[in-house]
């Protein structure tokens, strides 16, 4: 059995990622190699799922990143269309978009095939006063981060403006300080009461703006750190099923809230209404990310946008780690690129970003780099640098769908933030000792 995993590791995706590359090549425009290139989608993602069951937290990322095939399965067996822009809905830039989708999770399915080590548990330390001072930040970033009309007054997302306090989006920094409260909750029953508090506030605030994003982020944080990897799988397929189905009644509530609440309970929460299919539309928010990355494929491969400002671009992107985007350039924020020519929803898949900035190596580069942040993460899961990890792993939706930016700035902010409380919580019972050698 072993040999015959080695054997379907080591030749079979080796074989077919390059068949699938040359096919791409000779017959771009052909719907067979978008075909081609689905199935091999399916085959590795499926393959991964399987290798990853025993880390939940990867094998989620999987299955979010694994719908991002829905749209394009519509597209090329019901013959649907995936997104309101025509401008790139071709099946040479969705086959391109699933030989580059490819290409970044072969990469990946090496990483993760196999665990380094048995996964850890987040070690907790005691530390009341730190652990309230970080409620007290998430309470203040949950209640004013954020001002406008809400979806109910509005009438639904997207309706009104949602302005950041001072123009800084620091809502989904939240979850920075929400698990550094975790760390130092200690294993006291009641500030678990006060975790668990808190992010409901966090939740009912997003659902109000309609901000799905921010509600999944905080909810994958919450099982990640109360979801033990010894509890039986029942709990895990639980979380999965409730989690698509609350994320597909909450993008029918938020489009249209009125509505919604005018129809009777029983026909809100039914399934059917809830999944509903379009007939020959499957307007999703997948599809948009879709689109939205065959847009940054399209600009680099049919030269729409110059190298000087690709580069450029790219030096900008990784400068906004550190400068807010409001003060750089137009081209710093790619999404928003050209919209006036090249509409589009915002986002784009990470491996898009990499390969309009970097061509094929920039793909490599990232699922590298991430590759080794999933291989390497049990390892230091109980280490200084255990915020960076949690932070890049809880962040997925944001990084791989939207912006690239995640992955390095608020994980790196994740880190600072929490040395800082780690330096001030070693003084603090330095100074305790010292105080009860003393008073001794």
């Given at each position: 059995?072993?040999?015959?995993?080695?054997?379907y590791?080591?030749?079979?995706?080796?074989?077919?990622?390059?068949?699938?590359?040359?096919?791409?090549?000779?017959?771009?425009?052909?719907?067979?190699t978008?075909?081609?290139?689905?199935?091999?989608?399916?085959?590795?993602?499926?393959?991964?799922?399987?290798?990853?069951?025993?880390?939940?937290?990867?094998?989620?990322?999987?299955?979010?990143?694994?719908?991002?095939?829905?749209?394009?399965?519509?597209?090329?067996?019901?013959?649907?269309?995936?997104?309101?822009?025509?401008?790139?809905?071709?099946?040479?830039?969705?086959?391109?978009?699933?030989?580059?989708?490819?290409?970044?999770?072969?990469?990946?399915?090496?990483?993760?095939?196999?665990?380094?080590?048995?996964?850890?548990?987040?070690?907790?330390?005691?530390?009341?006063?730190?652990f309230?001072?970080?409620?007290?930040?998430?309470?203040?970033?949950?209640?004013?981060?954020?001002?406008?009309?809400?979806?109910?007054?509005?009438?639904?997302?997207?309706?009104?403006?949602?302005?950041?306090?001072?123009?800084?989006?620091?809502?989904?920094?939240?979850?920075?300080?929400?698990?550094i409260?975790?760390?130092?909750?200690?294993?006291?029953?009641?500030?678990?009461?006060?975790?668990?508090?808190?992010?409901?506030?966090?939740?009912?605030?997003?659902?109000?703006?309609?901000?799905?994003?921010?509600?999944?982020?905080?909810?994958?944080?919450?099982?990640?750190?109360?979801?033990?990897?010894?509890?039986?799988?029942?709990?895990?397929?639980?979380?999965?099923?409730?989690?698509l189905?609350?994320?597909?009644?909450?993008s029918?509530?938020?489009?249209?809230?009125?509505?919604?609440?005018?129809?009777?309970?029983?026909?809100?929460?039914?399934?059917?209404?809830?999944f509903?299919?379009?007939?020959?539309?499957?307007?999703?928010?997948?599809?948009?990310?879709?689109?939205?990355?065959?847009?940054?494929?399209?600009?680099?491969?049919?030269?729409?946008?110059?190298?000087?400002t690709?580069?450029?671009?790219?030096?900008l992107?990784?400068?906004?780690?550190?400068?807010?985007?409001?003060?750089?350039?137009?081209?710093?924020?790619?999404?928003?690129?050209?919209?006036?020519?090249y509409?589009?929803?915002?986002?784009?898949?990470?491996?898009?970003?990499?390969?309009?900035?970097?061509?094929?190596?920039?793909?490599?580069?990232?699922?590298?780099?991430?590759?080794?942040?999933?291989?390497?993460?049990?390892?230091?899961?109980?280490?200084?640098?255990?915020?960076?990890?949690?932070?890049?792993?809880?962040?997925?939706?944001?990084w791989?769908?939207?912006?690239?930016?995640?992955?390095?700035?608020?994980s790196?902010?994740?880190?600072?933030?929490?040395?800082?409380?780690?330096?001030?919580?070693?003084?603090?019972k330095?100074?305790?000792?010292?105080?009860?050698?003393?008073?001794s």
């Amino acid at each position: 059995m072993r040999y015959l995993k080695s054997l379907y590791s080591y030749i079979f995706f080796p074989i077919f990622f390059t068949t699938s590359f040359v096919i791409y090549q000779l017959y771009s425009y052909e719907k067979f190699t978008l075909i081609y290139l689905l199935m091999y989608s399916i085959i590795l993602m499926t393959t991964i799922l399987l290798y990853t069951l025993d880390r939940k937290i990867i094998n989620l990322f999987i299955l979010f990143s694994f719908s991002y095939l829905i749209p394009i399965f519509y597209y090329a067996f019901y013959n649907k269309i995936i997104t309101s822009y025509s401008h790139s809905n071709s099946i040479e830039l969705l086959s391109k978009y699933l030989l580059l989708f490819n290409l970044f999770f072969t990469i990946i399915f090496y990483f993760v095939k196999k665990p380094l080590i048995i996964f850890n548990d987040l070690k907790k330390n005691n530390n009341k006063i730190v652990f309230y001072i970080n409620i007290l930040i998430c309470l203040l970033i949950a209640f004013f981060s954020k001002s406008g009309e809400s979806i109910f007054s509005s009438g639904g997302y997207g309706q009104s403006e949602i302005n950041n306090i001072g123009g800084f989006a620091i809502g989904e920094y939240f979850l920075i300080f929400f698990f550094i409260a975790f760390k130092y909750s200690g294993y006291s029953k009641f500030r678990n009461f006060v975790l668990i508090s808190t992010s409901l506030s966090y939740i009912l605030i997003s659902l109000a703006y309609g901000l799905r994003n921010e509600l999944i982020q905080l909810s994958i944080l919450i099982f990640y750190l109360f979801y033990k990897e010894t509890n039986k799988s029942t709990l895990y397929i639980i979380f999965l099923i409730s989690g698509l189905y609350f994320s597909s009644l909450f993008s029918v509530l938020r489009s249209d809230p009125i509505s919604f609440f005018q129809n009777s309970i029983i026909e809100n929460l039914s399934i059917k209404n809830i999944f509903n299919d379009q007939n020959e539309f499957y307007i999703s928010h997948q599809g948009d990310v879709v689109h939205s990355s065959s847009r940054l494929i399209n600009f680099r491969d049919n030269n729409i946008v110059n190298t000087s400002t690709i580069y450029s671009s790219s030096i900008l992107f990784f400068s906004s780690s550190l400068i807010p985007q409001k003060y750089l350039p137009e081209h710093s924020n790619m999404a928003a690129y050209k919209q006036d020519e090249y509409p589009v929803g915002g986002g784009g898949n990470i491996f898009a970003y990499f390969y309009f900035w970097f061509w094929y190596p920039g793909v490599i580069i990232i699922a590298l780099i991430i590759g080794l942040i999933f291989k390497y993460y049990t390892k230091f899961i109980n280490t200084m640098f255990s915020a960076y990890f949690v932070i890049v792993l809880v962040t997925f939706p944001r990084w791989f769908s939207y912006s690239p930016i995640n992955l390095f700035k608020m994980s790196l902010y994740a880190f600072i933030v929490y040395f800082i409380f780690s330096i001030i919580d070693k003084e603090m019972k330095k100074s305790l000792k010292t105080n009860r050698y003393e008073s001794s």
